[in-house]
């Protein structure tokens, strides 16, 4: 079975900290994608970073920065100095071939 | 990246009706999805809108319900048939692009009243 858990359900913090996002996933393939989504207030979903099974390189982007660990199978979002335009759900998904699930969502809370 | 857009972007419908929901991408693309946000929550997926044949639903979903169409590989359509209060939501198109990224349109927000 696929399952993607959040276990953290709402984060608030001040601005300037750095806040870290968890993301579990159980899948039995050795081939998968991984996924981070943001959904503002506005309500679409903005696609952030795609990572594939084989490769367990972190990534940097700007503040944005990833953990790909295969041997907890966990893939952390941290957003460093984080800012109030950072306020958001950020949805972890995992997609097996053709179907994306997601996880339950994480709401963020940057307070000013 | 593909860029996808929705129409309409919202709409208040009055139960019983039915609402078609428009799909329209900026590139071919092979597969397209159809999902739902209810209030609160995660996204599900409803259905893969085939190109040239039936969609394929998820556990949950049926034909009847939910009747979708592909006609070629940059539209879609979903219709919400016989609407209830249960079915207000965000109903999102998404796509796969060649890199397999996936990308979501804005979304269409239906209040059944």
């Known amino acids: 079975a696929q399952k993607v858990t959040q276990a953290q359900t709402e984060i608030s913090v001040v601005e300037k900290e750095d806040v870290t996002l968890d993301c579990v996933y159980e899948?039995?393939?050795?081939?998968?994608?991984l996924f981070w989504y943001k959904q503002p207030p506005s309500g679409e979903l903005v696609f952030l970073i795609r990572?594939?099974?084989?490769?367990?390189q972190n990534e940097i982007s700007g503040r944005y920065s990833w953990n790909f660990q295969k041997s907890t199978s966990s893939f952390n979002f941290t957003i460093t100095a984080s800012q109030v335009v950072d306020s958001a759900v950020y949805f972890c998904a995992l997609r097996r071939r053709d179907k994306i699930i997601f996880g339950k969502g994480t709401r963020l809370h940057i307070l000013p | 990246s593909a860029v996808i857009s929705q129409k309409p972007s919202r709409d208040i419908c009055q139960r019983g009706t039915s609402l078609t929901i428009q799909c329209q991408v900026d590139?071919?693309?092979?597969?397209m999805f159809w999902y739902r946000q209810q209030p609160g929550q995660s996204l599900t997926l409803i259905a893969t809108a085939n190109q040239g044949s039936e969609a394929t639903y998820e556990s949950g979903f049926v034909i009847d319900k939910f009747p979708i169409s592909r006609p070629n590989l940059t539209f879609s359509t979903l219709t919400v048939s016989n609407m209830s209060p249960e079915d207000s939501s965000i109903y999102l198109c998404?796509?796969?692009?060649?890199?397999?990224?996936?990308?979501f349109g804005p979304g269409t927000r239906l209040t059944v009243t």
């Open positions: 998404s796509v796969v692009s060649g890199s397999y990224e996936q990308y």
């Open positions: 899948t039995r393939d050795t081939t998968y994608y």
């Open positions: 990572r594939n099974s084989f490769d367990e």
């Open positions: 590139s071919q693309v092979t597969m």
